[in-house]
């Protein structure tokens, strides 16, 4: 079997987020449950989250955040073939988010994949670009992840509704002459799949959240790590970690454990609350955008959540005035 001309590797050229108007505070939430702000930040590090309306839409923040992402890339929708989106709280079966992404954005005929792996959907989804780019099934890929678990959050359980945000991030992917994204490292944990649920009857996000946070503590560390590994670096070599932004006693300890403290350390948790798939790309963009986050940095992204996956890539960021390799025009 001969496999189409592909790439030697692929690269993010761009990034994009959207964030709803409407902010929610700590002690916005203290009048709905029995919490208030120092309990809220004791336990997660969380001060604000962003909101969705009632008839703002997971697609209607992918097309907003795929958008930026575009833009910022200076690549247009016509020169886009590939278009996945990680999401776990669609609310259509059909058509799929991808799908009208690739419809409002005026895109010709891109392959339009959704997929779910809940909190580390982002990083499946830039594996299957990746690849894809890289055996020469597509040559410009945008990958989005958006969420919008206010539509799925029980308003009465303080456990989880303190957690909960909405919002989407993109990159847009494309062939390079070196790899500048690395190849994914990726699993399960099958014996939590029940950890973190969304589920009928009560359609509600709901979670064990000692057995995640246990997860977290004790094994994202040596996966993170394999990630690294794998694409033959040292954690010396990381300028930037980008795990799921789930709560912040999660992250600090695992970059101490990984020996990144002293690194860029994503902590976008603070600001913008868990938005599952999205956190990745949603804190990457903003921080980038920010300034934040200086050009040709090695970054390490690492998503793990519900199912009970997990999986993870190294990625640099893009070098302005780099001309994206983007393929022709459809």
């Given at each position: 079997m001969q496999l189409p001309m592909g790439s030697a590797g692929s690269q993010v050229v761009g990034f994009g987020h959207f964030q709803p108007r409407d902010v929610v505070t700590n002690d916005d939430l203290s009048r709905l449950v029995d919490t208030n702000d120092e309990w809220i930040r004791a336990r997660t590090g969380i001060v604000t989250r962003h909101l969705a309306a009632e008839t703002e839409t997971v697609a209607d923040m992918a097309i907003e955040a795929g958008r930026y992402a575009l833009a910022d890339a200076a690549v247009q929708i016509d020169q886009v073939d590939l278009i996945v989106v990680a999401t776990t709280t669609a609310t259509d079966r059909t058509p799929n988010t991808a799908g009208r992404v690739a419809h409002a954005l005026g895109a010709g005929s891109p392959v339009i994949i959704d997929i779910n792996t809940a909190c580390s959907g982002f990083c499946h989804a830039l594996a299957i670009a990746d690849s894809a780019i890289r055996t020469g099934t597509a040559t410009v890929a945008l990958v989005i992840a958006s969420e919008k678990l206010s539509a799925v959050t029980d308003w009465t359980d303080r456990s989880t509704c303190i957690?909960?945000?909405?919002?989407?991030?993109?990159?847009?992917?494309?062939?390079?002459?070196?790899?500048?994204?690395?190849?994914?490292?990726?699993?399960?944990?099958?014996?939590?799949?029940?950890?973190?649920?969304?589920?009928?009857?009560?359609?509600?996000?709901?979670?064990?959240?000692?057995?995640?946070?246990?997860?977290?503590?004790?094994?994202?560390?040596?996966?993170?790590?394999?990630?690294?590994?794998?694409?033959?670096?040292?954690?010396?070599?990381?300028?930037?970690?980008?795990?799921?932004q789930?709560?912040?006693?999660?992250?600090?300890?695992?970059?101490?454990?990984?020996?990144?403290?002293?690194?860029?350390?994503?902590?976008?948790?603070?600001?913008?609350?868990?938005?599952?798939?999205?956190?990745?790309?949603?804190?990457?963009?903003?921080?980038?955008?920010a300034g934040r986050i200086p050009e040709d940095a090695l970054a390490l992204l690492f998503g793990f959540g519900g199912g009970f996956a997990y999986a993870g890539q190294l990625i640099r960021t893009p070098i302005r005035g780099l001309e994206p390799q983007a393929g022709p025009q459809r």
């Amino acid at each position: 079997m001969q496999l189409p001309m592909g790439s030697a590797g692929s690269q993010v050229v761009g990034f994009g987020h959207f964030q709803p108007r409407d902010v929610v505070t700590n002690d916005d939430l203290s009048r709905l449950v029995d919490t208030n702000d120092e309990w809220i930040r004791a336990r997660t590090g969380i001060v604000t989250r962003h909101l969705a309306a009632e008839t703002e839409t997971v697609a209607d923040m992918a097309i907003e955040a795929g958008r930026y992402a575009l833009a910022d890339a200076a690549v247009q929708i016509d020169q886009v073939d590939l278009i996945v989106v990680a999401t776990t709280t669609a609310t259509d079966r059909t058509p799929n988010t991808a799908g009208r992404v690739a419809h409002a954005l005026g895109a010709g005929s891109p392959v339009i994949i959704d997929i779910n792996t809940a909190c580390s959907g982002f990083c499946h989804a830039l594996a299957i670009a990746d690849s894809a780019i890289r055996t020469g099934t597509a040559t410009v890929a945008l990958v989005i992840a958006s969420e919008k678990l206010s539509a799925v959050t029980d308003w009465t359980d303080r456990s989880t509704c303190i957690l909960t945000a909405d919002g989407a991030g993109a990159m847009v992917v494309t062939a390079s002459d070196s790899p500048r994204i690395s190849a994914v490292s990726w699993g399960s944990a099958s014996r939590m799949v029940d950890t973190v649920r969304i589920q009928a009857p009560t359609d509600r996000f709901e979670q064990d959240g000692q057995s995640v946070f246990r997860w977290a503590i004790s094994d994202a560390a040596r996966h993170a790590r394999a990630v690294i590994e794998r694409a033959g670096y040292t954690p010396d070599d990381i300028d930037v970690l980008a795990a799921h932004q789930a709560n912040l006693r999660i992250i600090e300890p695992l970059a101490k454990k990984l020996g990144l403290e002293d690194k860029i350390v994503l902590t976008d948790v603070t600001e913008s609350g868990n938005t599952s798939a999205a956190s990745i790309p949603l804190g990457l963009s903003k921080w980038w955008h920010a300034g934040r986050i200086p050009e040709d940095a090695l970054a390490l992204l690492f998503g793990f959540g519900g199912g009970f996956a997990y999986a993870g890539q190294l990625i640099r960021t893009p070098i302005r005035g780099l001309e994206p390799q983007a393929g022709p025009q459809r």
